[in-house]
């Protein structure tokens, strides 16, 4: 049998950290972690959170879904039926919370079809230094459209370029993208 190379996953012994630059850095990631976790816990199961917590420092830092109103008075008395004032501005933040986790992934698979290209114009550079038209000829349908695409993207921003260097905008850094 093979013996490990490293000692993997092993249990970390719960003991007051005493070094404080160490303690900060525990705080901060726990911290975040929690507010993670309590964020998908409030996604998946639908429920209200509030954490409240003091850092090594004293600083106070809380986590509320949907309002901190919200929280306390369902803390306070959990059979009392929430204002309707309070209820609206709760199912708002939720609202806003739906709204920005979608543009997140939005964003997400942006970044993707991002790395995707990145990666293609990578490849694309590998080739091009073999030779142009060996590069070409080693292209299939779908590769030869995407870099036709690429060059009329990259003659467009030169055009742009040459023409706000014409006015006389030189002088400020053009905003490609």
């Known amino acids: 049998m093979v013996s490990k190379k490293t000692k993997g996953r092993q249990k970390i012994l719960m003991k007051k950290i005493e070094k404080k630059d160490d303690l900060f850095a525990t705080f901060s990631k726990r911290r975040a972690g929690i507010y993670k976790k309590s964020g998908e816990l409030n996604a998946e199961c639908g429920v209200d959170v509030g954490i ?21 008075a369902r803390f306070q008395n959990p059979d009392m039926q929430l204002s309707e004032i309070t209820r609206l501005i709760a199912a708002n933040a939720r609202n806003n919370v739906n709204y920005l986790n979608s543009r997140l992934e939005e964003f997400d698979t942006i970044k993707d079809v991002v790395t995707a290209q990145t990666r293609f114009y990578d490849k694309m550079t ?37 023409n706000q260097l014409e006015i006389g905008a030189s002088s400020s850094a053009p905003n490609y993208f």
Do not use: Y
């Open 126 to 162: 590998e080739t091009r230094e073999s030779g142009w038209w060996e590069s070409i000829e080693q292209l299939n349908a779908d590769e030869v459209t995407k870099f036709e695409t690429w060059l009329k993207t990259v003659v467009s921003i030169m055009n742009n370029c040459l």
């Open 52 to 72: 409240i917590v003091s850092s090594p420092t004293g600083k106070p830092f809380s986590f509320f879904h949907p309002t901190d109103d919200a929280i306390i």
